[in-house]
C-alpha cells in the first residue's frame, strides 16, 4: 500500500474461491479510465490458487492491496471488513466474478459529485436520466409503485463515512441482507438514481444467490425487521398492509416449499428462523386487503 496515496474511490473486492474470475475482474478495474482509485482485495480463506493470482496484481500496481483473513467470515461480514481498509471518500464494490466497464468508475463519480446532497447511488433503468429522490419518495415508490432498490452491492456507490455512520451491511438476515441494507440506506439519505450500465454482471453456478432456501425464510425477516424498525416515513396504514402482505407471501411460500419437497426439517427450520408462529400464518393467510390509499392531501 502506498500510504502517501490518497485515492478518491475505493474500490472493494471480496472473494471466496475465485481463481476462474478474479484476472479478469482485477484487470477490468486496473484498466479504468477512471484512475484516482485504489483497488482492495480481501479474501475470505480460499482454497484455491484466489490469492495466489491477486498477489501477482498487488506486486505489480501499487493501488492495489491484498489482505487475506484468518477465518472465514461469510459474505458480509467480509464486506464489511473490507471497507475497514478503505481511504477513499466513495466505495464501490466490484465482486471478483464481475467486471466494470473501462469508463463504469468515471461515470459513477461524475454523477455523485453532480448530487453532493447525496450519499448513496444505485443503478435504476426505470428512468432515461440520471434522478434523485428523497428518503420517503424513494421508499414509497419502491413499495407501492415498482421495486427500485433490489439490486446488489456491485450496482451501488456510496460515501464511505456515511456507510460505517449507518452501520455497514447487516450480517443476521443471509443472501438478502443487502436488501435490508438498501432500505436502511435509503431512510437516511436521498438516492441517486444512475440509468447507465457500468458493471458486467457475471451469472454462474457458483453464486451466493442460487440458494433459495435462504431466501425463503431470510426475505420475510428483513422485511419483518425492516416495517418494525426502520423509519420508513409510511403511513400507519400502510405498514400494516405491507407486514401483512410480507406474512402472506412467506405463508404462500412455506406452503408451496412443504409441498414441493416434502422436507418436514428444513420447513421447520425456516418457520423457526423466521420466528414465524401459526397467529402469523392465518394472519398472511387470512390477508386480502386492497393496497391502502396512502398519505391524505393537506
Same mark, same amino acid.
Not at 484512475?35 to 506486486?59: M, P
Not at 484468518?70 to 464494490?93: D, M
Not at 464511505?160 to 436502511?184: A, C, H, Q, S
Not at 421447520?268 to 428462523?273: F, G, I, N, Q
Given at each position: 500500500?502506498?500510504?502517501?496515496?490518497?485515492?478518491? !474511490?475505493?474500490?472493494?473486492?471480496?472473494?471466496?474461491?475465485?481463481?476462474? =474470475?478474479?484476472?479478469?475482474?482485477?484487470?477490468?478495474?486496473?484498466?479504468?479510465?477512471?484512475?484516482?482509485?485504489?483497488?482492495?482485495?480481501?479474501?475470505?480463506?480460499?482454497?484455491?490458487?484466489?490469492?495466489?493470482?491477486?498477489?501477482?496484481?498487488?506486486?505489480?500496481?501499487?493501488?492495489?492491496?491484498?489482505?487475506?483473513?484468518?477465518?472465514?467470515?461469510? #459474505?458480509?461480514?467480509?464486506?464489511?471488513?473490507?471497507?475497514?481498509?478503505?481511504? &477513499?471518500?466513495?466505495?464501490?464494490?466490484?465482486?471478483?466474478?464481475?467486471?466494470?466497464?473501462?469508463?463504469?468508475?468515471?461515470?459513477?463519480?461524475?454523477?455523485?459529485?453532480?448530487?453532493? #446532497?447525496?450519499?448513496?447511488?444505485?443503478?435504476?433503468?426505470?428512468?432515461?436520466? !440520471?434522478?434523485?429522490?428523497?428518503?420517503?419518495?424513494?421508499?414509497?415508490?419502491?413499495? =407501492?409503485?415498482?421495486?427500485?432498490?433490489?439490486? &446488489?452491492?456491485?450496482?451501488?456507490?456510496?460515501?464511505?463515512?456515511?456507510?460505517?455512520?449507518?452501520?455497514?451491511?447487516?450480517?443476521?438476515?443471509?443472501?438478502?441482507? +443487502?436488501?435490508?441494507?438498501?432500505?436502511?440506506?435509503?431512510?437516511?439519505?436521498?438516492?441517486?438514481?444512475?440509468?447507465?450500465?457500468?458493471?458486467?454482471?457475471?451469472?454462474?453456478? &457458483? #453464486?451466493?444467490?442460487?440458494?433459495?432456501? +435462504?431466501?425463503? /425464510?431470510?426475505?420475510?425477516? /428483513?422485511?419483518?425487521?425492516?416495517?418494525?424498525?426502520?423509519?420508513?416515513?409510511?403511513?400507519?396504514?400502510?405498514?400494516?398492509?405491507?407486514?401483512?402482505?410480507?406474512?402472506?407471501?412467506?405463508?404462500?411460500?412455506?406452503?408451496? =416449499?412443504? =409441498?414441493?419437497?416434502?422436507?418436514?426439517?428444513?420447513?421447520? /427450520?425456516?418457520?423457526?428462523?423466521?420466528?414465524?408462529?401459526?397467529? +402469523?400464518?392465518?394472519?398472511?393467510?387470512?390477508?386480502?386487503?386492497?393496497?391502502?390509499?396512502?398519505?391524505?392531501?393537506?
Amino acid at each position: 500500500m502506498n500510504n502517501n496515496y490518497s485515492p478518491l !474511490v475505493s474500490v472493494l473486492m471480496t472473494s471466496y474461491n475465485r481463481e476462474e =474470475f478474479i484476472a479478469e475482474a482485477i484487470e477490468s478495474v486496473l484498466s479504468s479510465t477512471y484512475k484516482n482509485f485504489e483497488l482492495i482485495i480481501v479474501d475470505d480463506c480460499s482454497t484455491d490458487n484466489t490469492v495466489q493470482i491477486a498477489k501477482q496484481f498487488e506486486e505489480k500496481d501499487e493501488r492495489v492491496t491484498v489482505y487475506v483473513n484468518e477465518i472465514n467470515l461469510g #459474505q458480509f461480514p467480509n464486506r464489511n471488513k473490507a471497507s475497514e481498509y478503505a481511504r &477513499g471518500e466513495y466505495i464501490f464494490y466490484v465482486d471478483s466474478d464481475d467486471k466494470i466497464l473501462s469508463n463504469g468508475i468515471n461515470l459513477l463519480v461524475e454523477t455523485m459529485l453532480q448530487h453532493p #446532497q447525496s450519499s448513496f447511488g444505485m443503478q435504476c433503468k426505470k428512468f432515461e436520466n !440520471v434522478v434523485e429522490f428523497g428518503p420517503v419518495e424513494a421508499i414509497r415508490t419502491h413499495f =407501492f409503485e415498482f421495486p427500485l432498490l433490489l439490486h &446488489g452491492p456491485g450496482a451501488t456507490i456510496m460515501k464511505r463515512d456515511f456507510f460505517n455512520k449507518i452501520g455497514k451491511y447487516p450480517t443476521e438476515f443471509g443472501v438478502p441482507g +443487502d436488501m435490508y441494507f438498501n432500505l436502511k440506506a435509503t431512510c437516511y439519505s436521498p438516492i441517486t438514481l444512475i440509468p447507465f450500465d457500468f458493471l458486467f454482471y457475471r451469472v454462474h453456478p &457458483g #453464486q451466493e444467490k442460487n440458494n433459495p432456501f +435462504d431466501y425463503l /425464510y431470510n426475505n420475510y425477516k /428483513y422485511l419483518n425487521a425492516a416495517f418494525a424498525n426502520l423509519p420508513l416515513g409510511l403511513e400507519k396504514e400502510e405498514l400494516i398492509w405491507l407486514d401483512k402482505k410480507n406474512k402472506r407471501r412467506f405463508s404462500v411460500n412455506i406452503i408451496k =416449499f412443504f =409441498f414441493s419437497t416434502r422436507d418436514v426439517k428444513k420447513t421447520s /427450520y425456516a418457520l423457526k428462523e423466521a420466528k414465524f408462529s401459526f397467529k +402469523d400464518f392465518i394472519t398472511g393467510i387470512s390477508y386480502f386487503k386492497e393496497k391502502p390509499a396512502g398519505p391524505k392531501k393537506r
